[in-house]
């Protein structure tokens, strides 16, 4: 959260949240994040059973690289948004740790596909750092469900017109 001189700042100006709202790029989060975390859980579940009984590397790694994938995508389109909302493509300070641990996210799973890509790794190797890499996720995944709890918290009450409420 933002704080001034002491005082608790909102999340977002109402220029800001008017832009967020506005945002077609908001809706592309809105679907991306869901679908980010099916895909993470899939995964896991394949690099776990990989680890577990030695079978099933290639799905366990192709599922890492369609991690990553949307990782990026997310990442590339929560930058325009970040851009259309706050002026800045990255490190808005409303969300500057969330972006500043993102980057962490970005390197463990780049660091993979750098491993798996050059050989650099085996097996066993590659899926331990896609848990450290995914273990990076859920924490930066808690941070931004943190934010968006407070955004809805700290969002206008509506307006109810004289007469309105009683219906």
């Known amino acids: ?3 001034r001189q002491g005082r608790h700042q909102p999340l977002y100006t109402s220029a800001e949240r008017r832009r ?4 077609p790029w908001t809706l592309v989060q809105g679907i991306l994040a869901p ?3 099916a895909v ?3 995964s896991l579940g394949l690099v776990l059973h990989t ?3 030695g079978q099933g590397a290639e799905a366990a790694n192709a599922s890492v690289v369609v991690k990553t994938l949307v990782l990026y995508a997310i990442m590339v389109t929560g930058s325009i948004w970040e851009k259309a909302v706050f002026g800045r493509y990255l490190f808005a300070p409303a969300f500057f740790w969330e972006d ?9 799973h780049t660091a993979y596909l ?3 890509g050059f050989g650099l790794l085996r097996t066993q190797g590659l899926l331990v750092l896609a848990l450290a890499a995914y273990a990076t996720y859920l924490v930066n995944a808690g941070q931004f469900l943190l934010k968006l709890r407070a955004a809805r918290l700290e969002a206008p ?3 109810v017109l004289a007469g309105e409420g009683a219906r």
């Open 35 to 37: 679908l980010q975390f």
């Open 51 to 53: 680890l577990a009984t």
């Open 114 to 116: 750098a491993a798996l």
């Open 20 to 23: 967020r709202n506005a945002s």
């Open 100 to 108: 500043v641990f993102s980057m962490l996210v970005l390197a463990l």
């Open 157 to 159: 009450a509506p307006v």
């Open 1 to 3: 959260m933002r704080r």
């Open 40 to 42: 993470f859980l899939v």
